[in-house]
Structures are given as structure tokens and as C-alpha cells.
């Protein structure tokens, strides 16, 4: 079975502090890997997501992520935070190759930006 | 373009109501999923759909129906509330499968009392 798990249910920064969120994930086979945020009181939107090349991933308002296969991670960064970035982030696994091609989220991470 | 439209905003049931929440996209999508959010839980898939006429269930079904009679509307049905379905659902459409960007609708907030 798959899982992901988001270490930090909450994480506190102050504004234009870098920041970087957690996600490790367990599957046995490939998957794809996203990250979506949810602003208050609105449904989720795509941030970036993983699906080949580059581990790199350069996604919406100046996110980063970075696909560790050995680790098994799929960290969030940003360098410089802004208040409006305030917010609740989810992981998220897609695995491939078997019949559970569905997407597993994360528990999420709620992300307090204070000035 | 609308994108995932859900209704009701909000509602409040008795234990043992029925109802249903609306979900419709008007982006001509094939995957269209329900999911509910409890606090601390992230998103669990209660029953999606690969295209008309085509369902199947998720993570969470038990208490929860289905059907896609068009490409566009996608209604999750509550047969007999209970407290434990006390949530918010949200409904998403994708192209054509999970590896593309999934659209969310704003959500239903639901308390069954």
C-alpha cells in the first residue's frame, strides 16, 4: 500500500524568510508527485507536480520541490515568503504501473506566514 | 468558463436525511472525483469517474452513491446521514487522468446532526 506523510502539520515563518515543507512518501511502485495549496475557505489548486525528467520542479508563485528517489521525499521550498502565502499545502502521490492509480494525499501542512 | 461548480455552499442535515451535492464542469473533463477533508486527514476519495457512464469507488464509499449520466455532472448522494459524514466535499475534474492538473470545486461544508 501507499502513503504520504507531511512530518509538520504547522509551520510558522516570518516574511521573507525561506521556508521548506515536508513529504515523504511510501509506494512500491513508480509514482508521479504533486504538491497543491488550499487558500482559506477555497478548494485545492496545483502548485507543481513531478512526473519525469528533471527532479527539479519549478511550479506557481516562486515554489520549488525536489524528487529524492533514494529518499523517497518530495520537499517544498521557497526562499522568501510573503504573507499571502499563507495557507494549507498538500503532498501527493499518483502510483503507477498497478490498478491503485489513484492520487493518496497527505494529512497537510498549514504554513503561518506572520509579519 | 465557470470551471467546478458545487452546490450547496453549505448545509445542515438530520441523521437519516438523504440529499444530494451538485458538482458540474463545463472544461469537458473525463476524470471527475469526489473527495471529503476532515480535519488532520488530508483528502480521501469516496468514488470517481473515468467518463460517462462509467463510476467506481474509492477510498471511502460506504454511505455514498454515484452516477455520471453526462460529461458534465457528476452528484454524490448521501442515502441516510450520519454524524461521521460531518465534512467538506469537494469535487475535481482532470483532462483524463490523475497525472494531469485536477480542478477543484469551492466545496460543500456539511454537518449532519
Known amino acids: 500500500a501507499q502513503s504520504v506523510t507531511q512530518l509538520d502539520s504547522q509551520v510558522p515563518v516570518f516574511e521573507e524568510a525561506p521556508v521548506e515543507l515536508r513529504c515523504n512518501y511510501s509506494?512500491?511502485?513508480?509514482?508521479?508527485l504533486f504538491w497543491y495549496v488550499q487558500y482559506p475557505n477555497q478548494g485545492l489548486q496545483l502548485l507543481l507536480k513531478?512526473?519525469?525528467?528533471?527532479?527539479l520542479v519549478k511550479g506557481i508563485n516562486g515554489f520549488e520541490a525536489e524528487f529524492n528517489k533514494s529518499q523517497t521525499s518530495f520537499h517544498l521550498r521557497k526562499p522568501s515568503v510573503h504573507i499571502s502565502d499563507t495557507a494549507e499545502y498538500f503532498c501527493?502521490?499518483?502510483?503507477?504501473?498497478?490498478?491503485?492509480?489513484?492520487?493518496?494525499f497527505g494529512s497537510g501542512t498549514r504554513l503561518l506566514v506572520r509579519p | 468558463n465557470a470551471g467546478v461548480t458545487q452546490t450547496p455552499k453549505f448545509q445542515v442535515l438530520k441523521t437519516g436525511q438523504s440529499m444530494t451535492l451538485q458538482c458540474a464542469q463545463d472544461m469537458n473533463h473525463e476524470y471527475m472525483s469526489w473527495y471529503r477533508q476532515d480535519p488532520g486527514m488530508g483528502l480521501r476519495l469516496i468514488h470517481y469517474?473515468?467518463?460517462?457512464?462509467?463510476?467506481d469507488q474509492g477510498e471511502v464509499p460506504n454511505g455514498y452513491n454515484v452516477s455520471r449520466s453526462t460529461t458534465e455532472d457528476f452528484p454524490l448522494r448521501l442515502l441516510s446521514a450520519a454524524p461521521s459524514q460531518t465534512s467538506v466535499y469537494f469535487c475535481?475534474?482532470?483532462?483524463?487522468?490523475?497525472?494531469?492538473?485536477?480542478?477543484f470545486g469551492p466545496g460543500t461544508r456539511l454537518t449532519v446532526l
Open positions: 513531478y512526473l519525469s525528467g528533471s527532479t
Open positions: 469517474s473515468v467518463g460517462a457512464g462509467i463510476t
Open positions: 501527493a502521490v499518483l502510483p503507477y504501473g498497478d490498478s491503485s492509480y489513484k492520487l493518496i
Open positions: 475535481a475534474s482532470s483532462y483524463r487522468d490523475y497525472a494531469d492538473t485536477q480542478y
Open positions: 509506494s512500491s511502485v513508480s509514482v508521479y
